[in-house]
Structure formats: C-alpha cells, structure tokens
T-cell receptor
Framework: DGGITQSPKYLFRKEGQNVTLSCEQN?????MYWYRQDPGQGLRLIYY???????QKGDIAEGYSVSREKKESFPLTVTSAQKNPTAFYLC?????????????FGPGTRLTVT | AQSVTQPDIHITVSEGASLELRCNYS??????LFWYVQSPGQGLQLLLK??????LVQGIKGFEAEFKRSQSSFNLRKPSVHWSDAAEYFC???????????FGTGTRLLVSP
C-alpha cells in the first residue's frame, strides 16, 4: 500500500531536549511538507522540500530543522529553541513539479513536552 | 496575502439533514481550492478539489462544493448528513509557484441523533 508513515504516534519529551519526528512516503512524490496543528489555528506550514537536498522555511520555521537526504524521507527536528513545542505534527507529500497542489497527509505525531 | 476564512468554528446538524460549510478565500489569481476532512487524532483526507472548469465539483462520501468567483467562496455541501460525518473540515487554497496550501482554521461538525 502506498502512503505516508509517521512515527511514533505519541511522543513525550522533557523540556530542553531535541526530538526528531519521522516521516516516510512510498508514493514516489518529489515534494514533502511539515505542518503544525494547534486547536483553533488550522494547519501552519513549518518547512517544505521540493526535491532531495533542498528545503525552504515555511511560516513558522523558528525552532525547527529538517533534512531531505532521501526522496522518501523528510525528518523534522524540534529543537530546544522552540518555545512551545507541544502540538500535533502532520507530514504531507505531493507529486511536485508544478503539476498538482494536491497533498496527501500522514496520520500525525502528537508531541508533548513537559 | 492569501488567506482562507471559515467563519463557523462549530456546526451542529441533525442526522439526515442537509449541510453547508462556508469557505471564503482571498487570492488574486485563479485559485486551486480544496476541502479536507480530519477525524480526531488522525491525518487529513482530501474530500474534493477545484482547479478549473465546472464550478460544481463532486467529491467522496457524497460531498460536493461550488466555486463562486464573484463571492470568493467555495462552500461544501452534503444533502443528507450521516453520524460518521462528524469530524473537522478544512478548506485550503493553493498559492504560489510552488504548491503551497494555505488552510482555514477549520469547522468542527457535530451530528445529533
């Protein structure tokens, strides 16, 4: 089955620790995205990547970092600099190349930092 | 700047009744428009999309939406709601040369028996 995998579903960390969220897709999509979702605020774009070894900041990139070393993988690191990291994080992908805006989403990771 | 407004935070509909969820967008060019649905604790699933052509688009699960350029709207409709439709619904517009989506803040649908 083709799709997007995010692991783990729930993640707990202590304040001051960096944490990396996994996102893998087997859809052969070029573009990948990370969103943060908070109650009442919809989805906000953190980072996106059009191709391997290239990525751009989204609207709320401060305190986050990403890498895109493989087409199928786009991990997100939440650093200790992120002031309010507790949230639901969603990864998405799209075909890319300007052919479609349609994004496919993973099941999400809920991060709780205490 | 591009934006999407979903004016209703919550809507309650009786099972079997019709549904309309409102979405207004702000974007200078011809928009690419989407409706997604999210069940609690889950990812988003695409319901339908509008790129061009017929302004009334059909989606999955019996949903449809109508693009009205004059009103900058893309409202989602369903003629008869089922209890399984209870979820959060997001409208989004595709912007820019690179496929970015701008999302509304969502409308939570509650279905009463």
């Amino acid at each position: 089955d083709g799709g997007i995998t995010q692991s783990p579903k729930y993640l707990f960390r202590k304040e001051g620790q960096n944490v990396t969220l996994s996102c893998e897709q087997n859809l052969n999509h070029d573009a990948m995205y990370w969103y943060r979702q908070d109650p009442g605020q919809g989805l906000r774009l953190i980072y996106y990547s059009q191709i391997v070894n290239d990525f751009q900041k989204g609207d709320i990139a401060e305190g986050y970092s990403v890498s895109r070393e493989k087409k199928e993988s786009f991990p997100l690191t939440v650093t200790s600099a992120q002031k309010n990291p507790t949230a639901f994080y969603l990864c998405a992908s799209s075909i890319g190349g300007g052919s479609s805006y349609e994004q496919y989403f993973g099941p999400g990771t809920r991060l709780t930092v205490t | 700047a591009q934006s999407v407004t979903q004016p209703d935070i919550h809507i309650t509909v009786s099972e079997g009744a019709s549904l309309e969820l409102r979405c207004n967008y702000s974007y200078g060019a011809t928009p690419y428009l989407f409706w997604y649905v999210q069940s609690p604790g889950q990812g988003l699933q695409l319901l339908l999309k509008y790129f061009s052509g017929d302004t009334l688009v059909q989606g999955i699960k019996g949903f449809e939406a109508e693009f009205k350029r004059s009103q900058s709207s893309f409202n989602l409709r369903k003629p008869s709601v089922h209890w399984s439709d209870a979820a959060e619904y997001f409208c989004a517009v595709g912007v820019g040369g690179f496929q970015k989506l701008v999302f509304g803040t969502g409308t939570r649908l509650l279905v009463s028996p």
